[in-house]
């Protein structure tokens, strides 16, 4: 009898338990049941769909995103050629389009040929065209250029001492604004963009930085300056100090800076 009623008891707690789960799984599956209306209910949904929402604006950030890096490269790549896009629109003519092309052309050719000036360059506007007759001699590493002509001293009335092996520096140097930049083997002082012919083929002169200073003819063909760089130079195989070796030089020409557009190399102060 005793053993019948332990039964009774666990069975009633085993049903009691079983219908909490029962009910437990029940609110859970529904929340009309939870909530006792059905309006209640879609509130807790729309709350459980709230993340889909969110991937879905994130979706759309991203697509607005791809669009406009998209329509910014579209606009790099058409960058070049908007002003003439926009002077069509206007009525110029085609001819007008290729004159204003030209002339930009020319702007950028005359920059890069333009001179390097600056204010605080070597030396000064020289008391003299010319030196006269000159003497070019090697000592002690240099090149020496001096005058035949005499001071009441007995000195060289102009003397010039620059590197006999120049080396090209990292960055251009500056000419000065109005002066010297170099001396011609027949005396003659060559100028900041100022015109200086020669007619032999070959050396012409030297620069202040020691550089060879050649004619604007080469292998019986005319130097122009689209032949040469910002500096008014360039390398190739010349006669250097008696050797054939692949050096920098410059060449005169008969269009602005003429001789030196900037020192390729560092000059000697006067």
């Not at 009898?1 to 599956?29: E, H, N, Q």
């Not at 070019?136 to 010039?160: Q, W, Y």
């Not at 006669?239 to 050096?247: M, R, T």
């Amino acid at each position: 009898m005793p053993r019948t009623k332990y039964i009774v008891v666990f069975s009633a707690i085993l049903i009691g338990l079983l219908i909490v789960v029962g009910l437990f799984f029940a609110f859970r599956v529904s929340p009309i049941a939870l909530y006792g209306n059905e309006h209640t209910a879609l509130l807790i949904q729309s709350e459980v769909t709230t993340p889909t929402a969110e991937v879905e604006n994130d979706t759309t950030r991203e697509e607005t995103r791809t669009s406009l890096r998209a329509a910014l490269q579209g606009y790099v790549a058409q960058g070049a050629t908007a002003p003439i896009r926009e002077e069509m629109e206007t009525g110029d003519s085609a001819v007008d389009l290729v004159r204003d092309a030209n002339t930009v052309e020319k702007k950028e050719t005359d920059l890069v040929h333009a001179a390097l000036l600056c204010d605080s360059a070597v030396s000064s506007i020289p008391p003299v065209d010319t030196w006269g007759l000159v003497n070019t001699t090697l000592a002690e590493g240099a090149r020496v250029v001096s005058s035949l002509e005499l001071d009441a001293f007995g000195m060289p009335k102009h003397h010039l001492q620059i590197p006999m092996t120049p080396i090209v520096t990292p960055l251009p140097q500056c000419l000065p604004q109005a002066g010297m930049v170099g001396i011609a083997l027949d005396g003659r002082v060559i100028k900041t963009d100022a015109p200086f012919s020669t007619d032999a083929e070959g050396i012409a002169g030297y620069a202040l930085d020691g550089f060879g200073i050649f004619s604007m003819y080469e292998n019986g063909s005319v130097v122009t300056n689209a032949d040469l760089d910002q500096c008014h130079g360039h390398v190739h195989m010349i006669v250097w100090n008696g050797i054939l070796i692949s050096l920098y030089h410059y060449h005169v020409t008969e269009n602005s800076p003429y001789a030196l557009g900037c020192f390729r190399g560092n000059p000697v102060q006067l």
